[in-house]
């Protein structure tokens, strides 16, 4: 039964769904981007982000939920530009999960690797 | 090509739009805002390197509309954010109201000049504009500096005014002006006719450019809030 198997793309889709937010508000932390960079720099290798286009339902929830605010910029090509900032809300959020995915990281790692003599 | 670029970059739009038929209103509007931004961007930077616009590469890189609109359904899995204890700031000032609102008490408050509490009024359409995210910060600012042009022009024409009534001269017994006070030598009119015509000047453009900021942000909000019906 080969359809038991999943795919690498539908674990991955499984893995992004908790995960993806979080980094999204950790690249927020280290300045403030607009849209299509957040797209480019979490698409670069393909693992985070499948479609640069699946980011903006991800930062309407995030904008609703008051974990990142949205202000217009000029640009210096174009027209100007929505640009995504944490905020103290978001930053508490990414705390959290800090603080909860390194021992999740290490408990899947332990698990996958086997107990450790 | 068989179709004209901006017709892809609609027709994906569109695709989209009604793949978010059932969506949230506010989370539909937003994400087809967003995308549609990220197109244009795209665009405008691919022009900017002085290449040919390739929409389709960049609706290939965005995935297609039936990924990113299962990104907002979630297919009947959670993935909204973790809500959290201390409960979401409340929504920025992004409404419809905003625009029109905070313009009108910056031009109101502005020509009101010495007529009634025009600070009061000024002020508060410069915090409500400075507090929305709805303009960039040059626009904040250009506004801010700008919109009291109006209240000046109103200090000076009445200033002018109540000058022009005094004019007052004093001669002695031979006919000899000895003193004048105020706008009585039509040397002092002309001057002062010129500087009138570039006060009225500065404060049309002053009031202008509120408008325009006006529209833009009436624009940009409806952009962020109504519900998209793109058809």
């Not at chain 1, 508000?25 to 693992?47: K, P, T």
């Not at chain 2, 973790?82 to 000032?93: D, E, M, N, Q, T």
Request: with cysteine; aromatic share 6%.
């Amino acid at each position: 039964m080969p359809r038991m198997v999943p795919s690498d793309e539908s674990i991955l889709t499984h893995l992004r769904r908790g995960a993806l937010e979080f980094c999204v508000l950790a690249l927020l932390q280290r300045g403030e981007w607009y849209g299509l960079d957040i797209a480019r720099r979490l698409s670069l290798d393909g693992v985070l982000l499948h479609g640069e286009g699946t980011l903006y339902p991800l930062l309407a929830r995030l904008r609703r939920a008051g974990h990142v605010e949205t202000s217009w910029r000029e640009s210096t090509a174009g027209p100007p530009r929505r640009y995504y900032t944490l905020t103290p809300d978001g930053l508490q959020a990414l705390e959290t999960f800090r603080a909860t995915w390194v021992p999740f990281r290490n408990a899947v790692d332990s698990a996958l690797e086997g107990p450790q003599s | 090509m068989t179709e004209t670029s901006p017709d892809l970059a609609e027709r994906y739009l569109a695709e989209l739009d009604r793949l978010l038929t059932h969506a949230d209103p506010d989370e539909r509007a937003d994400v087809l805002a967003s995308v549609r931004e990220h197109i244009e961007a795209a665009l405008a930077e691919q022009a900017a390197q002085g290449r040919a616009p390739d929409v389709a590469a960049v609706l290939a890189g965005l995935g297609s509309p039936e990924q990113v609109a299962g990104g907002v359904r979630g297919d009947g899995r959670p993935v909204g954010p973790i809500p959290l204890a201390v409960g979401s700031r409340a929504a920025a000032l992004t409404g419809t109201w905003v625009a029109p609102v905070a313009c009108l008490l910056l031009i109101v408050g502005a020509l009101g000049g010495i007529v009634f509490a025009p600070l009061l009024l000024w002020v508060g359409g410069a915090i409500l504009m400075a507090a929305s995210p709805l303009w960039t910060t040059r626009e904040k600012v250009l506004a801010l500096v700008v919109s009291p042009i109006g209240y000046l022009a109103v200090v000076v024409g009445a200033t002018w005014s109540v000058w022009k009534v005094e004019c007052s001269q004093t001669f002695d017994g031979s006919g000899t002006l000895l003193q004048s006070t105020g706008m009585c030598s039509p040397g002092t009119n002309i001057g002062a006719s010129i500087g009138l015509v570039v006060v009225a000047t500065l404060v049309v453009a002053a009031f202008a450019y509120v408008v325009v900021l006006w529209r833009r942000g009436a624009a940009r909000a409806e952009r962020l809030s109504a519900p998209a019906t793109a058809d």
